[in-house]
């Protein structure tokens, strides 16, 4: 097309022939691929520790599902337009573009609010449920409601959304769509922030060493690179809808609105990977930290060993025994013995002694000393 096209002459000091599309197309593949990888080292994770999926496995496989969908929106929208100067794109080409906007907003906010629920109900499912969490799935759900209705409701009649720029008898409203591209965005970082502060009072309170829980504490605080990224996104967004070049800013619009949820999504995924990382962890419980100038005796009563109770609790028999396979961190401790489970211990005379006992149900970690009288 030429320079004067069906939006009027292009600005003198526009190269028309300049493109982002392969910006777009490695940004949304490369991180779609990140996104698809991080789910499935989150299941196998799983099935490692013979674990059943919970609600969260299932909420980020279907969020997951809904970021495929717009990287999907982002790749379609190259041939569109998407990511070239206005001046060359067509009414038509426009107009296709602008529908495909339309259902991204929708299936972005599904997307965004399932990782936040799955993230929401790993935390329940780690440390159990609190007013805070509660709070914050209420967020959860009345931003993904809200958002919704506003949308569908937004624009009267609904194609008016993408007729009103391209179809001159068109008739209708609409929102103001900046604004509303303005407040998702604010409305979704503060969430994720909301979020991020839920576990830590818990992790706080946690028994554990100082260095193990600064290191749990910094894998649950990854998901602050998705408040960054929404950071971004809000920025692109206030350029676009101030910019006469529409379609030559929506690229990187589309590429933040796409790279944002499978962010979230391998965010939501770090802190499951336990079973990959624990010789790490054993590695930092177990270590002995020693105190000088104390006696071999104080030496030996000062190591640490961060898997203690729950290597010991291992000397239950029985055909129902086992440790809890759902907290992959290993930040609790959750026994469970069948009927005819045995505890096996030594009195002070080096005897093996069992205790049979029924339905065990541990939950804190409890270890003692005890030294034979002189």
């Known amino acids: 097309m030429s320079a004067s096209g069906a939006w009027g002459p292009a600005p003198p ?75 060359v794109v067509t009414l038509d080409e426009f107009t296709t573009l602008w529908k495909m906007t339309y259902a991204f907003v929708l299936i972005y906010a599904t997307c965004v609010s399932l990782t936040k629920a799955s993230i929401l109900l790993y935390y329940r499912r780690i440390f159990g449920a609190n007013w805070a969490h509660h709070v914050c799935m209420g967020l959860v759900v009345s931003y993904w409601v809200s958002i919704t209705i506003a949308w569908f409701s937004g624009c009267r009649p609904v194609t008016y959304f993408w007729e009103q720029f391209t179809k001159p008898t068109a008739k209708g409203y609409c929102m103001n769509t900046s604004l509303f591209y303005f407040i998702n965005g604010i409305c979704a970082m503060l969430i994720d922030i909301a979020i991020l502060i839920v576990p830590m009072p818990t992790l706080y309170k946690l ?36 910019a006469d070049d529409f379609t030559w800013r929506m690229a990187q619009v589309f590429i933040w609105s796409c790279c944002e949820p499978f962010v979230g999504i391998v965010c939501a995924c770090l802190p499951t990977y336990g079973p990959f990382l624990r010789r790490f962890w054993r590695k930092i419980g177990t270590s ?36 809890r396979g759902d907290d992959e961190m290993e930040l609790t401790n959750d026994i469970r013995g069948g009927r005819q489970a045995s505890l096996r211990t030594k009195d002070s005379d080096g005897d093996e002694t069992a205790d049979y006992v029924e339905n065990i149900y541990v939950q804190k970690d409890i270890s003692w000393t005890s030294s034979p009288k002189a």
């Open 13 to 87: 000091d526009v190269d028309l022939s300049e493109s982002q599309d392969r910006e777009i197309l490695t940004s949304v593949i490369t991180m779609m691929a990140i996104g698809i990888a991080a789910v499935i080292l989150r299941l196998t994770a799983r099935l490692k520790a013979r674990a059943r999926l919970g609600l969260d496995d299932y909420c980020v496989m279907a969020a997951l599902t809904f970021a495929i969908g717009t990287a999907i929106l982002c790749i379609i929208s190259v041939p569109y337009g998407g990511g070239k100067h206005l001046w």
């Open 288 to 323: 002995d930290r020693y105190v000088s100038g104390t006696s071999s005796n104080n030496l030996h009563n000062t190591k640490i060993e961060r898997n203690k109770a729950r290597m010991e609790w291992k000397q239950l028999h029985g055909d129902d025994v086992q440790l």
């Open 207 to 242: 028994q554990m060493p100082l260095r193990q829980k600064i290191a749990v504490g910094a894998i649950l605080l990854l998901g602050a690179f998705v408040c960054v990224a929404s950071i971004i996104r809000i920025i692109a967004m206030d350029k676009l809808v101030k």
